[in-house]
Structures are given as C-alpha cells and as structure tokens.
C-alpha cells in the first residue's frame, strides 16, 4: 500500500464504502495527470491547485466530497459512526439509491458498495484495504489505476472490467 500507517490508510476508506486510492482526485496529482487536472478544473470549476485529495477522512477532501451532496458525511456524523456498516440502518435507503450513480466507461463505481460494506464489516478494515489495493492495480506492471481505466496507461495492459466492478471493490 501507498501509505505508512493504519491510520492514513484508513482515511481511503470513503464513508459509503468507495475506495478513494482509485479516485483520480487522489492519485491526478500524485501521478502528475495535467490532462486529467485541467479537465477536472474545468468541470468543478474549483482552480487546478485544488484537484486533489488525501482520502475521504483525511484533513485534505476534494471541496465537492467534503460537501458529499449525498449525506454521507451529515448522516455518519449524527448516527457518530465513521462508515456506513456501522449503522444500525445499515444498508439505508440513502445507501441504496447511491448504488447506480457514478457509471463512467461502462464501469460503475458504486455498483457494489453494500458487498463492499459487508467485506469489510465481516473481515475487517485492513483484508479490505489491502484487497482494495491488489484490484485497484495494473496486473501487469503494478501500478494503481483509476477505477474507470479499461488500459493501465503505463504499460497499455488491457483490463477486463466490466459494469459492476471497478467500484472499490
């Protein structure tokens, strides 16, 4: 994994489920993606500068997922859980209707986040970050990819991902 401790690596772990060391939000700026910037500039509207992320509980949030127009962040902070599994509701109807957003290159991204939920409920936080880690790259030459990549831009590997996958789990 990218980073040193369980507790940086924690802050990957979006409160809905989602992986956000595939997140081109997170790895853009790591990985020097100035094409990826300038367009996530251009449709945020947020200046280049500001097109990055440490993780969805770190102190550095992508403005737009600090706002988390879906409730996650308000809903996780009033039931005083840190990801949705640990709800007593869990899975809620916010959950549920989040499922078929976020469809890019034929991949959704959210497609699978209550199995995601559950994994890291039954197995516990590290086996799915470190599953999250394996899938999340290149098989060929290792390195991490956006969750919507169908070739790892690095080595041009074909992968094989289809609707359902690539959702952080």
Not at 17 to 42: F, M, Q, W
Not at 52 to 69: I, K, M, Q
Not at 72 to 99: D, H, I, N, Y
Not at 125 to 145: H, V
Request: charged letters at 25%; proline letters at 6%.
């Amino acid at each position: 994994m990218e980073t040193n401790s369980a507790g940086k690596a924690n802050e990957l772990i979006g409160i809905c489920g989602i992986y956000c060391g595939t997140c081109p939000k997170y790895l853009a700026p790591r990985d020097n993606d100035v094409e990826y910037l300038k367009k996530a500039s251009h449709e945020s509207g947020f200046p280049i500068e500001e097109i990055h992320c440490d993780g969805c509980l770190s102190d550095n949030v992508f403005p737009a997922c600090r706002v988390c127009r879906y409730g996650f962040r308000l809903c996780a902070g009033e039931k005083k859980v840190t990801w949705c599994f640990q709800c007593p509701e869990f899975p809620c109807s916010r959950l549920l209707s989040f499922l078929p957003i976020d469809v890019v290159n034929g991949i959704s991204h959210h497609a699978r986040l209550i199995q995601e939920l559950e994994y890291m409920k039954e197995q516990g936080i590290e086996k799915w970050l470190e599953k999250q880690d394996r899938s999340g790259r290149c098989p060929n030459c290792g390195k991490m990819l956006y969750w919507y990549a169908r070739e790892c831009p690095a080595c041009q590997f074909p992968l094989e991902r289809r609707s359902g996958e690539g959702d952080g789990g």
